[in-house]
Nanobody, 125 residues
Framework: QVQLVESGGGLVQPGGSLTLSCAAS????????IGWFRQALGKEREEVAC????????YYEDSVKGRFTISRDDAENTVYLQMSSLKPEDTAIYYC??????????????????WGQGTQVTVSS
């Protein structure tokens, strides 16, 4: 089993930056693709980024392209989501999750098996 713990959320002003972390334990992330999802109040959960371990390919939701960057540190068994130029509409709970074998199921939370508990990101002045 894989346990995932997100951290790094908080309150930030519009235009600001945050870096979220997703630390894994119980297993290495070497074989997994990792997705970052978010869920705003009253809205469905959406995937904003995915990183395949097999080929390093990344995928982003259109509204975050050029502003968010997903990366991983295998030595730390941790995946990151760097967020910049944040907007109020980025306000949500952010979750990381694992999927096998790659990001081919991008956008479909059904296929992701292990999830973290989420971290709140609030973008407000």
């Amino acid at each position: 089993q894989v346990q995932l713990v997100e951290s790094g959320g908080g309150l930030v002003q519009p235009g600001g930056s945050l870096t979220l972390s997703c630390a894994a334990s119980g297993s290495t992330l070497d074989d997994y693709a990792i997705g970052w999802f978010r869920q705003a109040l009253g809205k469905e959960r959406e995937e904003v980024a995915c990183l395949s371990s097999s080929d390093g390919r990344t995928y982003y939701e259109d509204s975050v392209k050029g502003r968010f960057t997903i990366s991983r540190d295998d030595a730390e068994n941790t995946v990151y989501l760097q967020m910049s130029s944040l907007k109020p509409e980025d306000t949500a709970i952010y979750y990381c999750a694992t999927v096998l074998p790659d990001c081919s199921k991008y956008g479909s939370a059904y296929w992701y098996d292990y999830w973290g508990q989420g971290t709140q990101v609030t973008v407000s002045s």
